[in-house]
């Protein structure tokens, strides 16, 4: 598929996401670290906050604290580690990182970013190189078109140049050229077990096999591409939740 036909495609799926995201469903999330729930957007929006939850996809190093506004939002994130969602009343929101024995905390490429009320936010922790450390925040649309299964990718491997991804056994990119520290969005497919295959850009050679991804119906998964050396991963998934029925 043409690039530019693709990108449209993928703004005009992230605006029809975002119309219907004030949803009164609450949101599961199933990760390495287990599973938890948060609340309905309209519930969020109701009450005048945003959701935020970190991903820690430094591959090597130590645990991490991530402050908002001077305040401890999450303390001692591993590497790997994908946090629940808390709700923040801040509309400016000035994050800060801090690792033990830091006390100055780190440099960070993003820091400052307007959050809207209802909706949800990720605060990737992506490593520069050994000793730096960039935010890369992103909005959640974790609400796929009926029928599908929603699904994105964050490049977060810094010696890895662009990277192309693709479902096995299919001709058609599912995303083309996703440069480090960024994603492109996410992909409606139709639900199913799949192999996903990372590739350099425009190259034949797979880096990496993901195997039996799990696309659920009404998912939305994010695979996080790690490691300095050889490609690593790992995954998290948002499922709309039934709302609960009052007796």
């Known amino acids: 598929m043409n690039r530019s036909i693709r990108v449209l495609l993928a703004v005009a799926t992230a605006g029809l996401a975002g119309a219907c995201e004030k949803s009164d469903m609450p949101i599961k999330t199933s990760s390495m670290d287990g599973v938890n729930t948060s ?8 009450r005048g906050t945003s959701m935020v939850r970190v991903v820690n996809a430094v ?16 303390g001692q994130v591993m590497q790997s580690a994908v946090t629940d969602y808390q709700e923040v009343a801040l509309n400016l929101a000035q994050f800060a ?3 033990q024995g830091v006390p100055d905390g780190m440099m960070l490429a993003e820091k400052d970013r307007m959050l809207l009320d209802g909706s949800r936010y990720t605060v990737f922790l992506v490593a520069d190189d050994s000793t730096k450390r960039s935010l890369r ?9 009926s029928g599908k299964a ?9 010696n890895a140049s662009g990277l192309d991804f693709s479902i096995a056994g299919s001709k058609d990119k599912l995303f083309s050229d996703v440069s480090f ?6 992909a409606d497919v139709v639900p199913g077990k799949v192999s996903l295959e ?20 009404s998912t939305a998964t994010t695979v996080v591409i790690t490691g300095t050396g050889k490609l690593k991963f790992f995954t998290f998934t948002d499922a709309l939740m039934a709302p609960v029925v009052a007796p």
């Open 59 to 74: 591959s090597e190093g130590p645990d991490v604290s991530v402050q908002l506004g001077g305040q401890t939002l999450f």
């Open 198 to 217: 990372v590739r350099g850009k425009d190259t034949p050679t797979v880096l990496l096999r993901i195997a039996n991804l799990d696309l659920r119906r």
């Open 39 to 46: 609340p309905s957007a309209s519930a969020a929006d109701a």
């Open 181 to 186: 520290k960024n994603e492109a969005g996410y």
């Open 150 to 158: 929603r699904l994105r990718v964050l490049h977060a491997a810094p």
């Open 137 to 145: 925040i992103v909005r959640d649309h974790v609400i796929p078109d």
């Open 97 to 99: 990182v801090h690792v």
